[in-house]
């Protein structure tokens, strides 16, 4: 039998002993080579902008309220009650494990790391390349020492490559402090995808989002997720209650076919904002890198459409920019 290199674990009811998969019930992420041919066959031409220009935003060191900036794909900043959290940082040029091939970025990064706040916690989803950059993830190691909490197997990844990072590793459903007090906590929760690094370790770490709750205020953190019957993300609002702001992948999506079990599109956000009684919903992992067949801009035309056909005022569910920044009004405060 193969052996899993992330994770040596009890069996449960989403880990056989080698490979983690999605809850029972949801729609199979896998996809074979034929399928894989087949896409890259039959994809349309829609070329991206070699380039978009970005106006860096330069955070303030801390932030008693919950402020939200946008610094690229899934990476985001959040600033809640005195914390600095990073998201799936990513400032490399490419999401690849090669520097002269992949994805390229064309938007410069919302923040550059030099100006970054102290960042005291990133929640890392999982462990595709457009997610976990080794040599960004080095680089905040060695300027802030942050505790990065990510699920199971991929603090192996992180370890082997930065071995001085603080790590903590979730199984869905636990939860770690933020704080020595322990009063801000993020909690690992089911996503709908997959893992891998190369060709022979899929589904070998776990993946997930995050639930960030502090001061009274939650922050849900997709990472990368597909809509599925919607059942994990209405388990999450009978479990937290209403979020404050949701932060939801909206690119990535074409063609349906292929990626609609492992992404959602921006109806499907939608979907998942109304499911979790969100106030708030901030589109991410969309136009940084081409990592699908949609052209750059159909996320935001999408979203414009999905807002009104359910209407939801589009001032509550913006498609950030990098360098953008959202103040999120405590609920029921208003804009």
């Given at each position: 039998m193969p052996r899993n290199p992330y994770y040596q674990g009890p069996v449960s009811d989403h880990f056989d002993g080698l490979r983690f998969r999605n809850p029972a019930a949801e729609p199979e992420t896998d996809r074979s080579l034929k399928d894989v041919l087949r896409w890259r066959r039959t994809a349309p031409d829609n070329p991206w902008p070699p380039s978009v220009p970005v106006t860096p935003a330069r955070p303030d060191a801390a932030v008693p309220g919950l402020r939200i900036t946008m610094i690229g794909h899934a990476t985001v900043l959040i600033q809640l009650g005195g914390l600095n959290i990073l998201t799936d940082p990513v400032w490399a040029q490419r999401a690849s494990p090669v520097r002269f091939a992949g994805p390229r970025r064309v938007t410069a990064p919302g923040v550059a790391l030099a100006d970054l706040p102290p960042i005291h916690a990133v929640l890392l989803s999982h462990n595709h390349y457009d997610h976990l950059d080794v040599a960004t993830l080095k680089a905040l190691t060695k300027a802030h020492a942050p505790l990065i909490i990510t699920p199971l197997g991929n603090d192996s990844i992180v370890r082997r490559h930065v071995p001085g990072?603080?790590?903590?590793?979730?199984?869905?459903?636990?939860?770690?402090?933020?704080?020595?007090?322990?009063?801000?906590?993020?909690?690992?929760?089911?996503?709908?995808?997959?893992?891998?690094?190369?060709?022979?370790?899929?589904?070998?770490?776990?993946?997930?989002?995050?639930?960030?709750?502090?001061?009274?205020?939650?922050?849900?953190?997709?990472?990368?997720?597909?809509?599925?019957?919607?059942?994990?993300?209405?388990?999450?609002?009978?479990?937290?209650?209403?979020?404050?702001?949701?932060?939801?992948?909206?690119?990535?999506?074409?063609?349906?076919?292929?990626?609609?079990?492992?992404?959602?599109?921006?109806?499907?956000?939608v979907a998942i904002m109304r499911d979790l009684d969100a106030d708030r919903a901030l589109g991410i992992h969309w136009g940084t890198f081409k990592l699908t067949d949609e052209p750059r801009e159909d996320p935001l035309h999408q979203l414009d459409a999905a807002l009104a056909a359910q209407g939801i005022a589009p001032e509550r569910f913006r498609a950030l920019h990098p360098g953008q920044v959202a103040d999120i009004p405590a609920r029921g405060a208003g804009a």
């Open positions: 990072a603080r790590l903590a590793a979730l199984d869905w459903h636990q939860a770690h402090p933020l704080d020595p007090a322990g009063t801000a906590q993020a909690h690992l929760v089911p996503a709908l995808h997959w893992s891998s690094r190369g060709p022979r370790d899929r589904r070998m770490a776990l993946w997930g989002g995050f639930m960030l709750c502090a001061q009274g205020r939650t922050v849900y953190f997709a990472g990368d997720t597909g809509y599925g019957t919607g059942a994990i993300f209405r388990a999450l609002r009978a479990r937290f209650g209403p979020v404050d702001c949701a932060l939801l992948p909206i690119g990535a999506y074409d063609p349906r076919w292929f990626m609609a079990a492992q992404h959602t599109n921006p109806a499907e956000a």
